[in-house]
């Protein structure tokens, strides 16, 4: 049995994806560590406190435990205000580590907690495993990057990582690309899906559960609303649609996210009432993994429109009801989505080209064959193979002498 410290600084596995800087990573680490438990380990995971209503430990499930440690004000942070305690998190969690004893190996997830992760490897001589999320090269390669200063810090943490986890073969490679990475330290462990709440059903019931229309084309879009997941071409996608006569609407999941969130918001509703779509958009708030499943069920088409994603997790679940997926050409997206099987891919960011990809993915599962296959395609993912991966690893990792940066 081994102890494994997730590092997860700036969200909790347990927020709310869809909200502040709550995403597919709060779902990578919440699935991953629970798959981890279960399998007889012993898993840790460190966040910043951002309420002080919280418990200093939570038990999740036997095995699983959230630690919530004080860095900084017991409140929401900016992104930009993050970086000043990282500093006094790895303090803390260092101490937990003097009451509890020490891990056999250390999982940071995003950049800010591999600092906290990097220090800790040296100061207590334990391996290091690396999952990035996002990359500031990358981001800056396909939109738009926010810091050289994190591109070094993170080509820092990928010179010394004992081990850096790529969702998919493209993430892989841009690793190498990107930030030299060594390959022999690379390792590929896709993410799975929650096949108990993402599953097929009968769209009309979920429908009628939701109060949506019955006969008309739903359009799903499920993310933060920020300008890197693209929100705004899935607005443009049902403009055009509705432009061209097709009874169609769009159902926008999530909340505003980062420091553009709310200007992306604001920017929205007016689009909304310039367009005349007032009655066929709707605004709902972050779902649960209970309710989320239910409007992917509902949907004809979910539009992931990114402009950069290392694997794109709300695809894998939308295929897992069995919805096709139209999604943006890019990173982890580009292995999910099968053009012609469970989807199309677009390259371009022009909401005509994407309205045509809408028509084709509508015209070709008339008799559900793509839903069908989208359900078939994502049978090959589950949480219980990356935490056996992830398991394989630590036990290897253990075995061998640490990287020197």
């Known amino acids: 049995m081994a102890r494994l410290a997730v590092l997860s600084y700036h969200t909790s596995p347990l927020a709310q994806p869809g909200t502040g800087d709550g995403g597919g990573m709060n779902v990578y680490v919440r699935e991953l560590a629970s798959a981890v438990a279960r399998q007889g380990h012993e898993v840790d995971v460190f966040t910043r406190r951002d309420s002080s209503a919280l418990p200093a430990i939570q038990l999740v499930e036997p095995g699983f435990r959230v630690h919530h440690i004080s860095a900084g004000p017991a409140r929401p942070l900016e992104r930009h205000e993050l970086a000043d305690y990282v500093k006094v998190f790895t303090d803390e969690v260092a101490r937990s580590f003097d009451l509890h004893g020490l891990p056999d190996a250390i999982h940071a997830n995003y950049w800010l907690s591999g600092l906290a992760g990097h220090r800790l490897k040296h100061e207590l001589n334990l391996p290091l495993i690396m999952t990035f999320h996002t990359l500031e090269r990358v981001k800056a390669d396909h939109f738009e990057g926010e810091s050289e200063d994190r591109a070094h810090q993170e080509a820092a943490i990928f010179a010394c990582a004992d081990a850096v986890l790529a969702s998919c073969d493209v993430e892989a490679a841009q690793f190498v690309e990107f930030y030299n990475a060594d390959p022999q330290r690379v390792h590929v462990v896709p993410l799975g899906v929650q096949h108990a709440f ?158 045509d990809a809408v028509d084709e993915v509508v015209s070709d599962n008339l008799n559900s064959a793509m839903s069908n296959a989208a359900v078939l395609l994502a049978q090959r993912y589950t949480w219980r193979s990356a935490a056996e991966s992830l398991d394989a690893l630590v036990e290897r990792l253990i075995a061998v002498g640490l990287v020197r940066c």
């Not at 069920?297 to 990114?306: G, I, M, N, W």
């Not at 295929?319 to 890019?330: D, F, L, M, Y």
């Open 198 to 355: 993402f599953a097929p059903g009968d769209q009309r019931a979920a429908r009628q559960a939701l109060g949506r229309d019955e006969n008309d084309t739903m359009l799903l879009f499920v993310g933060r609303l920020q300008a890197l997941k693209g929100v705004e071409l899935a607005l443009e996608t049902l403009i055009t649609l509705r432009g061209r006569g097709r009874d169609a609407s769009l159902a926008i999941v999530g909340g505003p996210s980062g420091p553009g969130g709310s200007a992306t918001l604001a920017q929205l509703h007016e689009r909304v009432r310039e367009a005349g779509v007032i009655d066929d958009v709707s605004f709902v708030a972050p779902q649960s993994h209970q309710l989320l499943s239910t409007w992917m069920r509902a949907a004809d088409v979910t539009l992931v429109p990114s402009r950069s994603e290392s694997f794109g997790l709300v695809a894998l679940e939308s295929s897992a009801c069995g919805t096709p997926v139209v999604a943006s050409a890019v990173g982890g997206l580009l292995t999910l989505v099968e053009p012609g099987v469970n989807g199309q891919l677009v390259a371009q960011r022009d909401a005509e080209v994407w309205a």
